[in-house]
DNA sequence: CGGTATCCGCTCTGATACTG
DNA sequence: CAGTATCAGAGCGGATACCG
């Protein structure tokens, strides 16, 4: 039986994927690409995002050290974010992948719906 | 209120990751890219994962259109995979994933370790 | 304003057993 | 060999309420 190759221990893209692939990390990630922001100004941004899943993903993002949180300690508090430099070599792979989407998303919609309307065909009527 | 503009509706990005950002997906085309390869190969590479999510994952990209399947009727039967020109458009932003872990991974590692560490000495002795 | 705490449903995921 | 079916647990994620 031949080793699997593509482990957690031994796999680099498997790792990335774990920081990166979940619902949220790479949305947030994105909504910081153009500089220091506000707290309410990211969830603004993003739509659909809770208050609890926003501050979860931001908390998870600066201990991986992608993003640094300061705060200002007026009343009402101010807390900014921004993308640390690791966190900016982030970026290139998110455009590419936007890109991606923008040329290629269609194509998979279509594929979607052909399987579909293939799958119901074969059902007995 | 601003609106927001990382909306499921009009951001190309956030549709892309949602065919990409589970856990087994990206592993699995990762896995054919090397050209066909059978059911057992793939399950054989890929460390950990159940015939269940494997099943599941090559079923959605097939759905997707990103992977073919060719079933060879014989006894036992052969099932092979393989991308499509569409699945093989999403190569060049998989390299480069993984090219990011390779040289950026030791680093979150290391703020990881940094944040536990000072999240350690912020609680009471 | 920018959180934290709690409850709760739902999906994802893995084990196990069975089929052609 | 390559699946399908079923079950049960863990964790994701949302709604709500409360705090500095």
Redesign the pocket.
Known sequence: MREPDISIEECSYRRALEIVS???TALVIYALEGGTI????I?SRIA??????L??T??QLERDGLVV?K?TPVV??????ALTPLGTTLLPFLRLLKGWSAEHYASVSNAREAYDAAQKDALPG
Request: charged share 30%; proline share 8%; aromatic share 12%.
């Open positions: 979940n619902k949220w506000r707290y309410g100004a969830k659909d995002i809770s208050q609890k899943m501050t979860q931001l908390k949180r705060v009402p508090p101010a807390v900014e974010y």
